[in-house]
């Protein structure tokens, strides 16, 4: 069963229902919250961190992505604490991989690229890991560049939950990680693979494109995972 | 009052972002009524001089020459801007940086040569083990990134300093 709740978003009083989460409910509501490995329509996993709130009466951060309303919660989704962090979470995942925008297809169209210039990142604190990564061009329509993943595991989640195939998982622990497409095949010898393609516009970068386009050629169709889901429980 | 000083420099970079800094137009004109370039491509200075107000640094720092420069510069420039995603970030320079310097040269000189030939090691600066971001080599006053900045945030870049204000680049921060 569902109830109305009331909770406060920035001070402003919000109806929502129980089963939904901050993020949501912000959302629904033009509450803006960063977040990167948050899509409508999949399951959310708390991945990236930009979406971390301040919830009153709780004295951590809690992702809002993954934590659900409850009547009276009252959360701030802003505070220089909070820009504080996330620009700390941008620069850390831009030090973890070879994001170099000049040669990349989705410069200009890239979340990663318009958070970090949306938090005033103009500069990343940290040393750069600089890891040597491959780029898996075995399929013949599209390719995975592992120098522009984020581990999001939006691919993931879309390939297993909207597409039902689960070609994608990760491997590996920490920074080691990978994503992997059937137990480390390269991706052109993935026999579960549809080459539906909806892995790479759910792709945040440009770790998965099309290929054939230049730089700043790849344009997404972002809403193609929630349309879907919607279609679904409209059925 | 005497005008104040402008030096630019070029490290391991393509030159686009002299390129941009050309693309301000009569913008120029503006700006050399307030300020002189001392130094850089655009000028025949051979040494970067005492006293200058604005270093405005493209490129990554790669090679043992750039590191000189890029100290030279910090050490008699008030103000440092980084211009441009290499200076910035490393960007294209630093995709080199998972390869061992020398392998990466034989790669290159010897077997990338169609005649037989030998890595070069007269008159060409050493090559520093990974190609930096300026700031990992020296302190850094301004980040504005790009590749390469828009003529547009040079531009503002530039009038803010010399009017005396620290830039805030705003919605005119922009990678790649």
């Known amino acids: 069963m569902t109830e109305k709740v009331k909770v406060r978003i920035d001070g402003e009083v919000i109806a929502a229902t129980t089963g939904q989460t901050i993020l949501e409910v912000a959302r629904a509501n033009n509450k803006y919250i960063p977040a990167l490995c948050y899509m409508e329509g999949l399951s959310a996993v708390g991945a990236c961190r930009l979406c971390m709130v301040e919830v009153s009466g709780v004295a951590r951060l809690l992702p809002a992505c993954t934590t659900p309303v409850q009547e009276g919660l009252a959360v701030a989704t802003s505070s220089p604490q909070l820009q504080s962090y996330r620009k700390i979470a941008l620069e850390l995942l831009f030090v973890e991989r070879n994001h170099v925008c000049a040669v990349c297809v989705s410069s200009g169209h890239c979340e990663l690229q318009t958070l970090a210039q949306d938090h005033g990142v103009t500069h990343v604190r940290y040393p750069y890991n600089y890891p040597r990564l491959t780029v898996d061009t075995t399929h013949p329509r599209y390719v995975l560049d592992h120098n522009r993943c984020v581990l999001c595991s939006r691919c993931v989640r879309t390939c297993a939950e909207i597409e039902g195939a689960h070609v994608w998982d990760m491997a590996g622990r920490g920074i080691q990680t990978r994503l992997v497409s059937e137990l480390k095949r390269p991706w052109g010898e993935a026999t579960s693979c549809t080459s539906c393609g909806k892995c790479v516009q759910a792709c945040p970068t440009g770790a998965m494109a099309e290929k054939g386009w230049g730089v700043e050629e790849m344009t997404k169709h972002r809403t193609v995972v929630s349309r879907l889901t919607s279609m679904r429980e409209g059925q | 009052m005497d005008k104040l000083k402008i030096g630019t420099c070029w490290l391991d970079g393509c030159s686009g972002c002299h390129m941009s800094l050309l693309d301000i137009d009569e913008g ?46 910090r050490a008699r420039s008030k103000f440092v801007v980084a211009l441009g995603d290499c200076a910035v970030t490393g960007n294209v320079p630093s995709m080199r940086n998972g390869i061992p310097t020398a392998k990466l040269l034989e790669r290159v000189y010897v077997e990338g040569a169609t005649v037989p030939s030998v890595v070069p090691t007269d008159g060409v600066p050493a090559l520093l083990k990974q190609a930096e971001p300026l700031h990992s080599a020296i302190k850094v006053d301004i980040h504005v990134p790009g590749c390469p900045p828009k003529p547009n945030a040079i531009l503002f870049v530039l009038s803010e300093l010399l009017e005396g204000r620290e830039p805030d680049l705003g919605s005119k921060l922009r990678f790649g």
């Not at chain 2, 493209?58 to 100290?71: F, I, P, R």
């Open chain 2, 28 to 73: 120029i004109v503006a700006v050399l009524q307030k300020a002189d370039i001392v130094f850089g491509p655009l000028v025949d200075a051979q040494e970067w001089p005492e006293g200058v107000d604005v270093a405005v640094i493209e490129g990554a720092v790669s090679s043992q020459d750039d590191l000189e420069l890029a100290q030279t510069a």
